[in-house]
């Protein structure tokens, strides 16, 4: 059998020769590098104090004095919640106490020296604004004893405008109710109402 002929190779072509490198020239510099910023410090945290809380207590109501029990008792809590010991709640009390007692005698010096309400008028102007306290708030009445107190824990028992207001009622159910010929608010009632709430029969207000 005749043997298979060989295919002839093809010429491989020329590498081209590599261009010389220049030892001489200048090799650009790297682009140049952003700094990175520094990071700013972290602030010490503060330490925590723990707050103690005062040891309970309670305060007393003083003697007549614009609070009653109930109030001292709720002026306690406030002051334990805002961690006063007891010789500062005690001191903090007072303090509120003569607010009271001051705001108090404001409002009946200001009543006294009015030329309406007050001097040789003042009695008659008390009477009558019992008189209206009453028909708004009868004796006997749930609110009429908390009513009372109120006055006397704001100090607006004696406040001008809140006495002239009352004693304008007053005076309109004096007309309606008064004995024929009298001339006395008060005349045709075993206790004067007045002496009931603003005590000018027996007790002078303070």
Do not use: C, I
Request: glycine content about 8%.
């Amino acid at each position: 059998m005749p043997a298979t002929p060989v295919a002839p190779v093809a010429p491989v072509a020329p590498v081209a020769p590599v261009a010389p490198v220049d030892a001489g020239a200048p090799v650009a510099p790297p682009p140049p590098v952003a700094p990175v910023p520094a990071a700013e410090p972290v602030p010490a945290a503060e330490p925590v104090v723990p707050v103690l809380a005062a040891e309970p207590y309670t305060l007393a109501a003083p003697d007549d004095g614009p609070f009653t029990e109930a109030d001292v008792a709720a002026m306690a809590a406030e002051a334990l919640a805002l961690g006063l010991d007891k010789a500062e709640a005690d001191d903090w009390l007072g303090q509120r106490v003569a607010q009271q007692r001051q705001q108090a005698a404001h409002y009946l010096a200001e009543l006294t020296a009015d030329p309406g309400l007050g001097g040789a008028n003042l009695p008659q102007t008390l009477a009558l604004a019992g008189r209206g306290r009453d028909a708004a708030w009868p004796p006997g009445d749930p609110e009429s004893a908390s009513v009372a107190e109120w006055l006397k824990r704001t100090g607006l028992e004696y406040n001008k405008a809140f006495v002239q207001g009352l004693a304008r009622v007053g005076r309109l159910v004096s007309e309606d109710a008064l004995p024929a010929g009298s001339k006395d608010p008060s005349a045709n009632r075993s206790v004067p109402m007045h002496e009931r709430f603003y005590q000018t029969g027996g007790d002078k207000a303070d």
